[in-house]
């Protein structure tokens, strides 16, 4: 079936039982963009790679690259359900911290900062402070921030 409109002319497909219609055939045996592939493995290589602090082990199947605002409720959700993974899932994931703190949160840059010198000493340093800020998230702002941790 072809279609022409006043700009270009396109070949449509339609299959036998008039289902289903696509503007072109693809080779499902072979990969379509083998070089938005290779890309996309070295930007995801790149994630991982650094003096982020990680939680699990280096050769998991499964990497998790956590973007967090120490402030954001979703991200404090996400903590912790990543530091309670089932069993069965835990020594295959790896998950990789990275801050993302928000300008609409009043004390997060300020807590990224703090949580980044902490981790200077270690991982496990650095999640434990990251903890800490997510449990307490309720109750601090800009001013009990500042008197309290710092």
Known sequence: MTFKSLSAAATLWLTP?????????????????????????????????????E???RDASVSVVEFADFQCPFCKNLNESLKHLPPDLAPRVRVVFKHLPL???GWARLAAVMAACVGKRSD?????????LFEEQEWLSLDTFRSTVL
């Not at 072979?30 to 650094?50: F, H, N, S, T, Y």
């Not at 496990?124 to 800490?132: L, Q, S, T, V, Y």
Request: charged share 30%; glycine share 10%; aromatic share 8%.
């Open 103 to 105: 300008a609409s949160h």
């Open 17 to 53: 039982d008039q289902r289903f219609l696509a503007g072109r055939l693809w080779d499902v045996s072979q990969d379509p963009e083998p070089d938005i592939r290779a890309e996309d493995a070295k930007l995801a290589g790149l994630l991982v790679a650094g003096n982020s602090p």
């Open 55 to 57: 939680r699990g082990p």
């Open 124 to 132: 496990g340093a650095c999640w434990e402070f990251a903890d800490r």
